[in-house]
T-cell receptor, first 113, second 115 residues
Framework: NAGVMQNPRHLVRRRGQEARLRCSPM?????VYWYRQLPEEGLKFMVY????????ESGMPKERFSAEFPKEGPSILRIQQVVRGDSAAYFC???????????FGSGTRLTVV | AQKVTQAQTEISVVEKEDVTLDCVYE???????LFWYKQPPSGELVFLIR??????QNEISGRYSWNFQKSTSSFNFTITASQVVDSAVYFC????????????FGTGTSLTVIP
């Protein structure tokens, strides 16, 4: 019974490159959430998706960030033209639709150099 | 306004001491859930407990205990007889039924247990 799988665990990008973070939800979970943890801070909500739909993206920066959860395959958080301030840990969680049933992945640590 | 406040940024205790981590939350919802997570130096989030707003019973799990008090909007976490392996950042989080899509996390309390 695999949990929420995130890859890569660590990602290094140069300024201006693109970063793609992947999240495979737990089996049976069709709801995916992305959170960002900046250094020395708590996690902040970014986006909530269901298959092929973005339900709530109120926490997403307006530019350069996008997320998708296609019918087949993992959810992808994409950051274009990364800047140093994007360096953070990005956590994905999945659920059956109720927030009390969240399961978090181990996170992807993005470092922008 | 911060929905979850963890006023203690850092705490250091000597091994075997008891330590309480404070969490104060703010919500207008009558139905909500409170959580504690542990984040060890390896970085992953480890689920510790979930409590719903209708269950004010205190809970004990081994050396861990939680005190939920709706009257003071607090959900405090106590570690009894602390051990070095308890050293981590601990996060308190709130999920509301009305905006049930997201968690609101506190800023975390970094606990260091000194041998």
């Amino acid at each position: 019974n695999a949990g929420v799988m995130q890859n890569p665990r660590h990602l290094v990008r140069r300024r201006g490159q693109e970063a793609r973070l992947r999240c495979s939800p737990m089996k049976g979970h069709s709801h995916v959430y992305w959170y960002r943890q900046l250094p020395e801070e708590g996690l902040k909500f970014m986006v909530y998706l269901q298959k092929e739909n973005i339900i709530d993206e109120s926490g997403m920066p307006k530019e350069r960030f996008s997320a998708e959860f296609p019918k087949e395959g993992p959810s992808i958080l994409r950051i274009q033209q990364v800047v140093r301030g994007d360096s953070a840990a990005y956590f994905c969680a999945s659920s059956t639709g109720f927030s009390y049933g969240y399961t978090f992945g181990s996170g992807t640590r993005l470092t922008v150099v | 306004a911060q929905k979850v406040t963890q006023a203690q940024t850092e705490i250091s205790v000597v091994e075997k001491e008891d330590v309480t981590l404070d969490c104060v939350y703010e919500t207008r919802d009558t139905t909500y859930y409170l959580f504690w997570y542990k984040q060890p130096p390896s970085g992953e989030l480890v689920f510790l407990i979930r409590r719903n707003s209708f269950d004010e019973q205190n809970e004990i799990s081994g050396r861990y205990s939680w005190n939920f008090q709706k009257s003071t909007s607090s959900f405090n976490f106590t570690i009894t007889a602390s051990q070095v392996v308890d050293s981590a950042v601990y996060f308190c989080a709130l999920s509301e039924a009305e905006t049930g899509n997201q968690f609101y996390f506190g800023t975390g309390t970094s606990l260091t247990v000194i041998p």
